[in-house]
C-alpha cells in the first residue's frame, strides 16, 4: 500500500508499541488517526507528551465497542490493530476480560475494515500462541498450544483474520512479534520489572521461574518490522518478528546487574510463577520469512537495547514502584 491511500488507523496508539509505532508513521509522512481507550481525563497514553502529537489525529473509543472502530476506520486505508489486554497473570483472574477485548476487539476491527473496504490490515499476534517450544527455532507453521487465557484469546483472534481472509477476502496479516522491550514498557512485563528492581535501594531482584528463554527483541526493531509487514506482501499470511537469539531470564538478570553496576540479590517469588502446566518454558523465532522477502533485520542488540532502556527508566525510578507486583 502506498502512502497516499488515506489515513493509517494504529488502535492502542497510546501504549508501548502502539506509540512508538504511530511516531514512525508520522515519521514516514504518513497522515496517522491514534486510536486512544476513552477516559474521562482525555489522556492519550505515551502520546500524551510526544513531539508528534501535533501531527497525530486522535480518536477516543473502546476496542470491545464496534461503533467505535467502525466510526475510527472512515478514510482510513490502512489499520494497525494493536489494542489488547496483554498482561499473563491478570488473565488467569479475569478471563472473559481478555475475551470482550481481544477477540471481540479484533473481530470489530475485521468486520469494520470489510464494511468500510480497508486496504490492508495489520493484526497483531504474539508467540505465546504457540506454548513452550516443541522444537526451534520456531517459524510460523509451529503447532499453537495456548497455555494462557490470554494466548488463547490472541489465538482467537488469529483465526478469525485468517477465516476473514478466506471468507470475505479481507487483507489481513497477522504480525506475530516474540518478546518486545524498550522505553516506555510497564514495569509489569519482565525486563522493565528487573530493571526498576535492580536500580531500587534494595537491589533485590524478585523473579518467579529462572529456567525460561525468551526471544528479546527491541522495540525499534520491532516497529521496523510492523512496517515491513505491511508492506511485504503478505496478505492472508502470519509473519514473525523476533531477534533468533535465545536468552534465559536468570541470564538477563545477570546483564542487567552488570549494566546497572549494581549488585543485586536474587530472590525467588511464588506469586510471580505462572501456574506449572501455564508455565512457556522456551521461545526463539525464526524469522526467516520476514528476512528473506523484505531485508528486514533488528539492529539494536540486547546488551544495546537494555543499555537504552536502562536510561529512560533510571531517570524515572520515582515514578515505578519496584517493591510492588503488579499482575
Not at 488502535?11 to 504518513?30: K, P, Q, W
Not at 504457540?130 to 488463547?152: K, L
Request: hydrophobic share 40%; glycine share 10%; with cysteine.
Amino acid at each position: 500500500m502506498t502512502a497516499g491511500s488515506g489515513k493509517v488507523l494504529v488502535t492502542g496508539a497510546g501504549g508501548f508499541i502502539g506509540s512508538h509505532l504511530a511516531e514512525a508513521l508520522v515519521r514516514e509522512g504518513r497522515r496517522v488517526r491514534a486510536f486512544i481507550h476513552y477516559n474521562s481525563a482525555g489522556r492519550r497514553g505515551w502520546l500524551e507528551a510526544s513531539p508528534l502529537a501535533s501531527d497525530i489525529e486522535f480518536f477516543s473509543g473502546d476496542v470491545r465497542d464496534f461503533d467505535s472502530v467502525y466510526r475510527a476506520m472512515e478514510g482510513c486505508g490502512e489499520v494497525f490493530h494493536l489494542a489488547a489486554l496483554i498482561g499473563i497473570p491478570y488473565s488467569y483472574l479475569t478471563p472473559q476480560a481478555y475475551l470482550r477485548t481481544n477477540v471481540d476487539g479484533a473481530y470489530h476491527v475485521l468486520e469494520s475494515a470489510r464494511l468500510r473496504g480497508a486496504e490492508n490490515v495489520v493484526l497483531t499476534s504474539t508467540s505465546e500462541v504457540y506454548g513452550t517450544a516443541r522444537q526451534c527455532p520456531m517459524s510460523e507453521s509451529h503447532p499453537v498450544n495456548s497455555q494462557s487465557p490470554y494466548a488463547a484469546t490472541k489465538a482467537a483472534a488469529d483465526q478469525f483474520a485468517s477465516s476473514y481472509h478466506r471468507s470475505f477476502s479481507v487483507p489481513v496479516t497477522i504480525a506475530r512479534p516474540f518478546n518486545t522491550y524498550g522505553p516506555r514498557q510497564s514495569e509489569r512485563a519482565l525486563i522493565p520489572a528487573v530493571i526498576a528492581q535492580a536500580l531500587s535501594p534494595a537491589a533485590a531482584v524478585r523473579i518467579g521461574n529462572a529456567h525460561p528463554t525468551r526471544d528479546f527483541t527491541f522495540v525499534e526493531d520491532v516497529v521496523r518490522g510492523f512496517l515491513a509487514v505491511a508492506s511485504g506482501g503478505f496478505t492472508g499470511e502470519a509473519v514473525h518478528i523476533g531477534s533468533g537469539v535465545e536468552t534465559s531470564v536468570s541470564h538477563l538478570v545477570s546483564l542487567v546487574a552488570r549494566l546497572t553496576g549494581a549488585g543485586v540479590k536474587v530472590v525467588g517469588d511464588d506469586e510471580r510463577r505462572r501456574p506449572e502446566s501455564s508455565e512457556v518454558d522456551r521461545l526463539l523465532c525464526d524469522s526467516g520469512k520476514l528476512r528473506a522477502r523484505t531485508g528486514w533485520a533488528p539492529r539494536i542488540g540486547l546488551e544495546e537495547g537494555l543499555r537504552r532502556t536502562i536510561a529512560w527508566m533510571r531517570p524515572r525510578l520515582a515514578e515505578l514502584r519496584p517493591e510492588e507486583y503488579r499482575v
